[in-house]
């Protein structure tokens, strides 16, 4: 049963008011795939912009605060803790971000969406240079709290 819909098939909010409020935390993954000379110019922080990592960071935790805003369904969660952390890979960066709250409903989305558009803001700083990137494998890594319990994506499908 969708939890969305309400009696007559229309989109609804979930009413989470009778939730117990518990702990949440979400991890979620992206990876933006980028031409060697690109990644190099981002370490070396030769990039116009400026610092992408760090401004990339910002617009992340901005999103994961705002998830509701651009997700009709979501409530507006009050996050206690959001954290990103990149990982260099060969051929561009890998996008891991943390997100914490005590309350009723989950913060999933916020975790994808703060991947999401950190991957989308290094694009933006990057695409003068390179046209090409690749934002992908963007998924949820792991999730806890909440009635339906803990989810941790198996190593494979990482």
Do not use: W
């Not at 979400?26 to 760090?54: F, Q, W, Y």
């Not at 960071?57 to 952390?85: D, E, F, R, W, Y």
């Amino acid at each position: 049963m969708l939890t969305h819909i309400n009696e007559q098939g229309r989109a609804k909010m979930v009413d989470v008011s009778e939730k117990k409020e518990t702990i949440r935390v979400a991890r979620a993954l992206a990876k933006v795939l980028m031409k060697e000379s690109t990644l190099k110019r981002i370490k070396e922080g030769g990039i116009k912009k400026g610092d992408v990592l760090s401004v990339a960071q910002v617009a992340g935790i901005m999103a994961a605060k705002n998830t509701a805003n651009s997700i009709p369904m979501c409530h507006p969660i009050m996050l206690s803790a959001v954290n990103i952390n990149y990982q260099y890979l060969e051929n561009g960066i890998k996008i891991i971000a943390e997100v914490k709250c005590a309350g009723k409903t989950g913060v999933e989305m916020e975790a994808l969406t703060a991947v999401s558009i950190t991957g989308l803001t290094i694009y933006d700083m990057c695409k003068a240079i390179d046209k090409e990137m690749i934002i992908t494998d963007i998924c949820l890594l792991e999730k806890s709290g909440g009635k339906s319990g803990h989810f941790r994506r198996k190593q494979s499908e990482r």
